[in-house]
């Protein structure tokens, strides 16, 4: 008897993977291909969806290939994916009417002043659990309804249908047979009422959208359709965003329970349990799963723009290192960041500060400064930023953090972990299994045809593999922290 199988559509902001997974989350298969990041204007983002689609079904025949497997190894598949990054499609051609603005793109910063202006920025924050920002997704569907010539017209008469990745790949996947999203999806358009978990028609008159163009939203972990194509024969069984997911692949089911995503930006969530909780210190309130029939669980989340995008810019822009690695080695050419401190807000400042007009500063330059502390302030950097979403969370929930669970390609970086650790005053811990957003969309797809039989199984699955505990003193930690925000305060008020 054949080993059961699970397989995931991971689809990121620079990548897209498909990996296959056994019952115990070790991976079996695995393959990965990018795609272009386009920058047509300062602040826009896009991406094409139908390099992404093809990416898809590239790396699920590479990975299934790999192993000699076939799609009816599968028990199920599931998918995970960048959320709040909006797609519009013709519905009978399936083609794209205009390439997908990616959740980092700012074009919309002027749409959301004029609606802040009338009732603040939190005046939606009730019903969505978030703030006004060019973040999330109804302001990006709102722009293309406005400027794609004949679109808004077309949506009206249900000619277009709008998605954001996760909607577009099983569009794709069903053949044009399901147009579906889930919970944690929706709540990240700003169009989802969160208690109803139902589009909310306030919010959708507000931004004017037809509802015609919007998906049905279902919960995270049932049978949604069969595949066709390079995945014809399997199911399609679970969705999650991709910090969702990674909450799930970390096996944080209790509340109080926080994991930090690592990655082109952070992401950190803290799981809140039963009860909304309704952020006063800067961060969102999003759905963190519903599996099944369930009741829905919520989280607390804490969004960082640019993390390892900075070393990036390092890399690309700067020309301080050669590979993404390289900057650890040049950071500890230095004993510390020689007060030199890097503020990334190449587009803004998200949580807690939530300020479109603050934009990137390096800080506390003298003569004595070098390579080698541009790089530890880049990382350090990094994890200054995720001790401002912390000190929000805890002031939220009123829930200490016990421990920071790791994940995303920067926790490979040493000196940023122990950094981290120093600086929150708890372990970082990273887990046996590093694919924890993959995992995550394994564990919401397997769950729904009974491969695991709840989140018990998949708590005893998970394991640490690595534990960094903080050696910094309280009274180095906070001198420290107290010149970052310094240096924060310097971002702001740069676009007016």
């Known amino acids: 008897m054949k080993k059961p199988l699970i397989g995931a559509i991971d689809q990121g902001t620079t990548s897209t993977r498909f990996i296959v997974f056994d019952k115990a989350g070790n991976i079996v298969s695995l393959a990965q291909k990018e795609h272009k990041q386009i920058y047509p204007r300062p602040g826009w983002v896009e991406h094409d969806p139908m390099e992404i689609w093809r990416n898809t079904e590239e790396v699920i025949a590479k990975a299934l290939r790999a192993q000699r497997l076939k799609p009816g190894d599968l028990a199920a598949v599931g998918i995970t994916n960048q959320r709040e990054t909006t797609v519009v499609w013709d519905r009978k051609t399936g083609e794209p009417v205009y390439n997908a603005l990616v959740w980092q793109d700012t074009r919309v910063d002027e749409l959301a002043r004029r609606y802040a202006a009338d009732g603040g920025a939190d005046r ?45 790949l099983i569009w794709k996947l069903s053949e044009g047979m399901a147009h579906i999203t889930d919970a944690t999806n929706a709540s990240r358009t700003q169009l989802m009422n969160l208690r109803t978990l139902d589009w909310d028609e306030g919010m959708l008159d507000a931004f004017d959208i037809p509802t015609e163009i919007l998906p049905k939203i279902c919960s995270s972990s049932e049978v949604y ?37 690592y990655g082109t930006g952070c992401f950190m969530l803290m799981h809140t349990g039963e009860q909304i909780c309704f952020s006063k210190a800067g ?15 919520y989280a607390l989340e804490g969004s960082i723009a640019i993390a390892g995008a900075l070393i990036q810019w390092l890399r690309d822009n700067l020309g301080l290192i050669k590979s993404a690695p390289d900057v650890e080695t040049l950071a500890k050419t230095v004993e510390d960041n020689g007060d030199v401190y890097i503020v990334p807000a190449f587009s803004g400042l998200y949580a807690p500060y939530w300020r479109a007009d603050a934009r990137g500063v390096i800080a506390g330059l003298t003569r004595y400064a070098r390579a080698g502390h541009i790089a530890r302030a880049a990382l350090e950097a990094v994890a200054y930023q995720t001790c401002d979403v912390a000190g929000a969370m805890i002031a939220d929930s009123g829930i200490a953090i016990r421990e920071l669970r790791g994940d995303g390609g920067m ?86």
């Open 124 to 168: 939606f924050r009730d019903k969505t659990g978030l703030p006004l920002a060019s973040y999330f997704s109804g302001l990006k569907l709102k722009w293309l309804l406005d400027h794609v010539d004949g679109l808004r017209a077309r949506a009206r008469r249900g000619e277009v249908c709008f998605g954001n990745i996760d909607t577009w």
């Open 225 to 261: 359709c069969e595949a066709q194509g390079k995945l014809k024969g399997a199911k399609i069984t679970g969705i999650l965003g991709d910090q969702q997911a990674a909450l799930v692949g970390q096996a944080c089911f209790e509340p109080g329970e926080v994991k930090n995503t």
């Open 283 to 297: 961060l969102v309130t999003t759905v963190a799963y519903r599996f099944g029939q369930s009741k829905p669980c």
């Open 411 to 496: 926790v490979a970086n040493q000196l940023l972990m122990q950094f981290q650790a120093d600086m929150l005053g708890v372990p970082v811990v990273l887990p046996q299994v590093t694919e924890t957003t993959a995992l995550g969309a394994a564990c919401a797809a397997g769950l729904a045809v009974g491969m695991w039989k709840g989140t018990d199984e998949l708590k005893a699955n998970w394991s640490a593999s690595t534990r960094w505990r903080p050696m910094a003193s309280e009274d180095h930690r906070a001198a420290l922290y107290a010149t970052w925000k310094k240096a924060v305060g310097k971002s702001f008020d740069w676009v007016v």
